[in-house]
């Protein structure tokens, strides 16, 4: 069963607004699009995904993202990441007929194609399914199969709020970059401790520098 992904995408000058302890103002867009960059670039190769569309308002991680082989669908309510999510969702699935869509986080800069593909597999048995984040209170992937609507239920608590909707919580080990989603400077370091893409090693390793 192919994929579509759904990847949403705050403006870079507002993303990881709680990274300013570890990554300053001058850094922290540059982090963000790197943990999108090296997330879209780790999800094309995964076998399981057709294909991955990133919904955004930003010009820069538009354009960048387009190069990678991501498609854009532009934030046109711009009522929060649910809205966004269930817009582009409804796009993707209006375009492919009974398409199977799955909201991904945009900031696991360390996700292995493997282990997207067995998460995906596993959401394949359910009408809709989620993984929660590394720190059991969150969400990073949110998957409605054969052409059922998303539901989206991020922010504060999503894990608890997609297991009251009725989506189905995939309770696989050794998928930990999928788990992997980045916040805060905790989370970056457990990240980078996995093993992340080149483009956020490339930033991180900057962060570094500037902290001696």
């Known amino acids: ?3 579509t992904l759904v990847v949403p995408l705050k403006p870079l000058a507002e993303a990881k607004s709680r990274l300013s302890d570890t990554a300053g103002d001058g850094l922290r867009p540059g982090l963000a699009l790197a943990f999108a ?3 879209v670039a780790a999800a094309l190769e995964c076998p399981a995904v057709r294909d991955v569309v990133v919904v955004t308002n930003d010009a820069l991680a538009a354009r960048e993202l387009a190069a990678l082989g991501a498609g854009i669908v532009p934030d046109e309510p711009r009522g929060g990441l649910n809205a ?4 582009a969702a409804a796009a993707v699935g209006s375009a492919r007929r009974a398409a199977c869509v799955a909201a991904l986080n945009a ?4 996700l292995r194609p493997t282990e997207l593909a067995r998460v995906l597999d596993t959401a394949a048995e359910f009408p809709h ?3 929660a984040d590394a720190a059991a209170v969150g969400t990073t992937l949110l998957a409605a199969s054969q052409g059922r609507e998303l539901r989206p239920f991020f922010g504060p608590a999503s894990r608890l709020r997609h297991r009251a909707s009725g989506a189905v ?5 050794a998928v ?4 992997q989603d980045v916040d805060t400077g905790e989370d970056l370091r457990a990240a980078l401790a996995l093993g992340v893409g080149p483009r956020t090693a490339a930033v991180a390793a900057r962060l570094l520098i500037s902290e001696q």
């Open 1 to 3: 069963m192919q994929w």
């Open 37 to 39: 960059q090296d997330t």
């Open 84 to 87: 966004a999510l269930a817009h």
């Open 107 to 110: 900031d696991l800069p360390a």
């Open 129 to 131: 399914a989620f993984l």
């Open 169 to 173: 919580e995939l309770g696989l080990d």
């Open 176 to 179: 930990d970059s999928v788990r």
